[in-house]
């Protein structure tokens, strides 16, 4: 009797799967930060990087640290979809010093974070109104429905559905 060929497995996941970001977590357990202070925050497929101004001159490390991680577990560290900000609290006056760009990486003066964007200096402006056109939107395809003859019930559950949880959606973080 012939045995059967095993084939080799390069990747396990298909990305979009429901199992994929819980897979991620399990799989990233053992990714973790390069210098006491540091933070490595994952949730779902989503890692954030966190490192305090005292730390700042360990920021290529900490990359390269991730992207050997990324290549000892099949994977690729995507530097096009990667972002650096730089947090500043503006009302103490004092002029801080840029570090030096990271190769690859994009530094941008807003970012999203799970959803919310979030400025440089902590101002939650741009998500406010990235909210509130996306709920405008929303209220005039309502309109349009309402005017081919939806029903104001159906209506309603639309608008709670959509709406109401748009703008609920991390409130409770702000």
């Not at 390269?64 to 009302?91: G, H, M, P, Y």
């Not at 200096?121 to 309109?143: E, K, L, P, Y």
Request: one cysteine or more; charged letters at 15%; a positive charge.
């Amino acid at each position: 009797m012939l045995s059967p060929t095993l084939l080799e497995v390069s990747a396990g996941i298909m990305q979009g799967s429901g199992i994929g970001p819980a897979s991620f977590v399990v799989n990233s357990s053992d990714l973790t930060a390069v210098k006491p202070g540091n933070l490595l925050c994952k949730y779902a497929d989503d890692t954030y990087l966190i490192i305090p101004s005292i730390n700042v001159d360990t920021r290529f490390d900490e990359l390269a640290n991730v992207e050997n991680w990324s290549r000892r577990n099949n994977l690729t560290l995507n530097t096009s979809k990667s972002q650096e900000i730089i947090f500043n609290d503006r009302r103490r006056k004092r002029s801080i010093q840029h570090p030096l760009l990271l190769p690859g990486i994009n530094r941008v003066i807003s970012i999203k974070i799970l959803g919310v964007t979030v400025s440089g200096s902590f101002s939650v402006c741009g998500h406010v109104n990235n909210v509130v056109t996306f709920c405008a939107q929303i209220v005039q395809a309502m309109r349009i429905l309402r005017a081919h003859g939806m029903a104001t019930s159906s209506i309603y559950v639309i608008f709670n559905a959509i709406v109401v949880a748009k703008l609920t959606y991390a409130a409770s973080s702000w």
